[in-house]
């Protein structure tokens, strides 16, 4: 279900290099002359507007202070629109329609008339979703063909899967009664905007709990658009609120005394300030962090199947995954030739404007974020890791990096370690299943892992020593409203998607209590 990075380019060239076969009729080994056309998506689908307000109790407001903030598109570091900045007295505001809205009309909803407003938000995020696929990419640099394939259907995806579940709570909680918390806090990050405010919207409000969510500065836009769908869906007022702000606005939401629950996915580091925050508290809470993936392959692996997960590991969303397969462990008999294919696949991957269709690679999200990942990078070279990265030409403006590929990588190194949210590749080998477990669980994350063996036993045996909360075999990055997401160890705690992730948001009483 979950596309791969790209396989067109591989589709259009599929002899190695840039030399025609024969029969092409330019001569045999002839250097092949052409380029791929732009193949813009249109802009006219969406229609930016030039401000956006808060979301707070079904209204469109301005912050209490009329302050705005600007968001940019990374990929031209143009402004797109200013975005009201939610005070603490709008936060509270929010956390008071909420309760409201819990209290009197959502909680005591029977769960077929929530299912619906969750049906009818799918099917409005299905009809509207070029328009939201368009604004999801030019506010955070996403290529319009992952936006328009993965993000935007995957949101739908997991409204249609938790309108399913609002009226059988009883079935998914057998002997139990399924109440709802209250009032959801939810912050999210700026790498899959819409998808994460589905994640977390759609199984909160499908338990009967009202929500009040924070965007992430860089990537508002989507989430204000929502705002509409919950209007376009008649959604009683103060269900949904959307409160976008700085950090401060997050810590002011979570620590507020008018919450039940807090779902937070960004950086480790955050997720502890938001932990502590709530220690002492009654509050429920699920924490989805970094990672720092461990893609595993074997010497029997299908090695050019094991390329494309390689890369779409990586490269997929400009490696800007929580779950991103960033640590390459080749079997040593294979590393060369492994190493070769991905280099060769390198090449053909495409960087640069995010609306052209034909775009593998698009804009970091943000200067700062480009900034950190260049750090990092020249710290791989520092200590002596062996650099690779394709020759491709990046546009003069916005925030863009090239695929890299690092070898010679020492599990010491900061590339090899730290959790880099770009598109950097660190190659580390191994040679017997043992030495992989050991080092694909040395690292403080936990959030995924990838086999590529053809051996069904080896792919449970490893399953059993991998410290991650997701293992792929044989694939990499596959999603799925029905499977549960999350990590161990620094990457967090608690489960997002399928039954898990409805479980987050309910409390569980015993019949009769
Ligand atoms: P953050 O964790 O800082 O941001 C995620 C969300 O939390 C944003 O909405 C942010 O708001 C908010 N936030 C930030 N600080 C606080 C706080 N003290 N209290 C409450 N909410 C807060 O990620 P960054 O954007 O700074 O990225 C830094 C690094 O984190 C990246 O380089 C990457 O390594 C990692 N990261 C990991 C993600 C994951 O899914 N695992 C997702 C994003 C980042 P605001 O945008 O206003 O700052």
Redesign the pocket.
């Known amino acids: 279900m979950m596309p791969r990075v790209t396989s067109d380019a591989t589709k259009l060239r599929p002899w190695t290099g840039d030399r025609a076969p024969a029969g092409w009729g330019l001569g045999d080994g002839q250097a092949i002359p052409w380029e791929y056309a732009p193949a813009p998506e249109s802009r006219d689908v969406v229609t930016v507007k030039e401000r956006y307000g808060l979301f707070i109790d079904g209204r469109e407001a301005s912050a209490s202070d009329g302050a705005v903030f600007a968001t940019v598109n990374p990929a031209t570091e143009e402004k797109l629109a200013d975005v009201a900045r939610a005070t603490t007295t709008d936060v509270d505001r929010a956390i008071r329609a909420a309760r409201r809205a819990q209290k009197k009309v959502w909680g005591t909803l029977p769960g077929r008339e929530r299912a619906k407003y969750l049906f009818r938000i799918a099917r409005i995020l299905q009809e509207r979703s070029r328009e939201f696929a368009v604004l999801e990419t030019m506010d955070s640099g996403k290529p319009i063909k992952e936006s328009r394939d993965v993000d935007v259907p995957l949101a739908a995806a997991h409204f249609w899967y938790y309108a399913g579940w609002a009226d059988k709570l009883e079935y998914a909680f057998p002997g139990r009664v399924a109440r709802p918390l209250g009032v959801a806090a939810q912050?999210?990050?700026?790498?899959?905007p819409l998808l994460?405010l589905a994640w977390k919207i759609a199984p909160a409000l499908a338990a009967g709990n009202c929500v009040v969510l924070?965007?992430?500065?860089?990537t508002p836009l989507s989430a204000l658009l929502f705002a509409d769908v919950c209007r376009q869906a008649d959604l009683p007022p103060g269900v949904v609120n959307i409160v976008?702000?700085?950090?401060?606005?997050?810590?002011h939401?979570?620590s507020s005394p008018g919450v039940d629950k807090v779902a937070?996915?960004?950086?480790?580091?955050?997720?502890k300030?938001?932990h502590r925050?709530v220690a002492g508290s009654d509050k429920a809470i699920t924490l989805?962090?970094?990672?720092k993936a461990a893609n595993i392959v074997f010497e029997d692996a299908a090695l050019d199947q094991a390329v494309e997960g390689i890369v779409n590991g990586i490269y997929f969303n400009q490696g800007?995954?929580?779950c991103a397969g960033s640590r390459l462990l080749a079997q040593e008999s294979i590393v060369e030739p492994l190493v070769e294919k991905l280099k060769d696949r390198l090449s053909t991957i495409r960087v640069g404007d995010p609306l052209d269709k034909n775009t593998d690679v698009g804009a970091i999200n943000?200067r700062?974020?480009l900034e950190?990942i260049t750090e990092l990078v020249a710290a791989g070279v520092a200590e002596g890791a062996e650099l690779y990265q394709p020759a491709c030409d990046l546009p003069d403006r916005g925030y863009f990096f090239r695929p890299t590929l690092f070898t010679g990588v020492a599990q010491s190194h900061r590339i090899a370690r730290e959790?880099?949210?770009g598109p950097v590749l660190s190659v580390l080998t191994f040679r017997t299943p043992d030495e992989a477990i050991e080092k694909a669980n040395n690292t403080p994350y936990g959030?995924s892992a990838g086999v590529w063996t053809e051996k069904g036993s080896r792919i449970l045996s490893m399953v059993r020593g991998l410290k991650a909360g997701v293992v792929w075999a044989n694939t990499f990055n596959r999603f799925d409203p029905t499977s549960p997401f999350g990590g161990y160890k620094e990457?967090g705690f608690g489960r997002e998607g399928g039954m898990h992730g409805l479980h987050a948001y309910v409390r569980l009483e015993d019949r009769g209590a």
């Open positions: 912050v999210i990050p700026w790498n899959f994460m924070k965007p992430a500065s860089t976008p702000g700085p950090a401060a606005i997050g810590m939401l979570v937070f996915t960004g950086s480790t580091e955050v997720g300030l938001i925050a989805e962090l970094g990672g800007e995954v929580c943000s700062q974020q950190k959790e880099i949210f959030l990457s």
